[in-house]
């Protein structure tokens, strides 16, 4: 029986590839690809110029763009049994942007891959935020102050900016102008700073949220210091 891997490929920057997801990749002879909308991922444009995937076999997992709960548990059901019939005579590395231990829907399938009687090893990578805090050299944490993570559409938000150590909020997307409008608010412009498609070709570095125009895309880390 094959074995499922969770690869993370890093965070754009193909170089940021461990050679651990490296060596997994070229030794699964199947390469499952997430994927919306139809369309090739990042993930997959990451790992094709560090590994020749010429000879896998390449399966796409598709994903609706939903919250409805239903709707998502009965698709981690379908990808995990697609999954699965690969992995009858074939060890099969899901891809993942940045670390697939972070927001990655992996985690659900990977459960399900599980309870199905097949082993999954993860295979951990460079997160967003800690190329971003790279990128703009700034420490994420230091001494005894925490670090906390948090998804934009979290209930708790506007709450946990008053949190103390640094904040690294994500997924915000088309969502940023409201983000930053609330940071305005709290006093936060001047202490967060912005990475917009962190290692990729296009990529943008803000020091400070207030040099954003406009929108931002999906890849976009804000990172508040403590302002200390």
Request: a negative charge; aromatic letters at 6%; hydrophobic letters at 40%.
């Amino acid at each position: 029986m094959g074995k499922l891997y969770g690869v993370s490929v890093g965070a754009g920057d193909p170089q940021l590839m461990t050679l651990k997801a490296v060596q997994i990749i070229r030794e699964c002879s199947v390469i499952a690809v997430p994927r919306t909308s139809g369309s090739n991922t990042l993930a997959l444009s990451i790992a094709e110029s560090v590994c020749d995937l010429s000879v896998k076999r390449i399966i796409y997992v598709d994903f609706p763009m939903s919250r409805d709960e239903n709707v998502l548990n009965a698709n981690y059901d379908k990808a995990a049994k697609q999954l699965c019939a690969e992995l009858g005579s074939n060890d099969a590395a899901m891809l993942a942007l940045g670390d697939i231990s972070v927001y990655s829907t992996f985690s659900y399938i990977a459960e399900r891959v599980r309870r199905l009687g097949f082993d999954v090893e993860i295979c951990p990578g460079v997160t967003s935020f800690s190329a971003a805090a790279a990128l703009l050299g700034k420490p994420l944490c230091l001494g005894r102050k925490p670090l906390h993570i948090i998804p934009y559409d979290c209930e708790e938000l506007e709450e946990m900016l008053e949190l103390s150590g640094t904040k690294v909020i994500m997924k915000a997307g088309k969502n940023s102008v409201e983000l930053i409008e609330l940071l305005r608010r709290k006093g936060l412009v001047e202490h967060t700073s912005v990475a917009v498609n962190c290692g990729l070709p296009d990529e943008r570095l803000y020091r400070s949220c207030g040099e954003v125009s406009n929108e931002t895309g999906y890849f976009t880390v804000f990172i508040i210091s403590d302002g200390e």
